[in-house]
């Protein structure tokens, strides 16, 4: 289904202001008459300003205007296109999906990557998460014979590695003969076997930021007890420069190049994913730094030899 004309609108307009950084009402009207939404029919202010309104409504992301700059505009709060924002993601999921259905004609020649099965259980979960109610679910691990059920509140939700996940907080007080329990634990779509909404309302902790809990993990993998470290890494030949463009982690930075190799630190849980991401990547890194971590990597790398 196309992108309604009036999203279209409103993409090109925040594509547009984002990449000039600072820009005029007539600087986008140039631009704006160069393209083909426009007709030939300029943007007029009163049309400018609605469609700016239904930006900041829509997807949270407020135009402002510099006055003592020559009435240029800009985004007023650029940290939410970041690459890992949900309005980032929502730009570019229409963005792309626009661009795909005006190309219907190619679609046997436009290859596209899914999110696993569970994605069902998306809208149900935003709608806990608006509502502050708990959710119940029916969930079977990887191996367990039987389903489990458990309820918990909804903090967040992440899609990591063409997988959804849900990240729950258990919280309950103590009482005779119970005591009390508070921690978080993260469940995968794709293993939920049934899920629902429970009338009972939770009051959601006012210091909890999402990006902040998972912000020094690699995915998903928090509290596996692995402490956050320094790590370095040398990668050779081509690999070097697609590190460069698609960093692994937020913290990663070149601090070395040479002819044939760079090498990259990074600030991070050295969990059992990042470690098979690592793995993944082959002949093509060495481990510099933690020692312990380039000898897991190496008797994995002996391992999958011998079998």
Known sequence: MK??????????LVNTIHKARRITLAEINE???????????????????????A??????????????DGYKYYIGNDEVLQEDSVQNWMLSTLSVSNIISEG?????????????????YLPLVIEAMKKNVRVKISYQRYGAEESKVLDFEPYCIKLFDKRWYVLGRFRRD??????????????????????????????????????????????????????????????????????????????QREIAQHDDYSDFELSLRPTIDFTR??????????VLSPTWLAEQLRNMHLDAAER
């Open 3 to 12: 992108t309604p004309e009036k999203f279209k609108e409103y993409i090109w």
């Open 31 to 53: 631009r704006w008459m160069r393209t083909e939404m426009s007709e030939g029919i300029p943007l007029s202010r009163t049309t400018f300003y609605r469609h700016k309104d």
């Open 174 to 251: 103590a009482s005779e003969g119970r005591e009390a329990i508070d921690y978080f634990a993260i469940f995968a779509f794709d293993r939920i076997r049934d899920l629902s909404l429970t009338d009972v309302k939770f009051e959601m902790d006012p210091d909890f930021d999402a990006a902040s809990y998972f912000s020094d993990s690699f995915g998903v993998v928090v509290h596996d007890g692995t402490e956050k470290e320094r790590i370095v890494i040398r990668v050779f030949g081509q690999e070097r420069y697609y590190l460069r463009d698609l960093p692994i982690h937020h913290s």
């Open 55 to 68: 930006i900041e409504d829509i997807f949270g992301i407020y135009i402002d205007c510099d006055r003592q």
């Open 104 to 120: 219907l004609s190619l679609q046997n020649r436009i290859l596209l990557e899914t999110a696993s099965s569970g994605g069902e």
């Open 277 to 286: 991401h690592l793995l993944g990547m082959g002949n093509t890194i060495q």
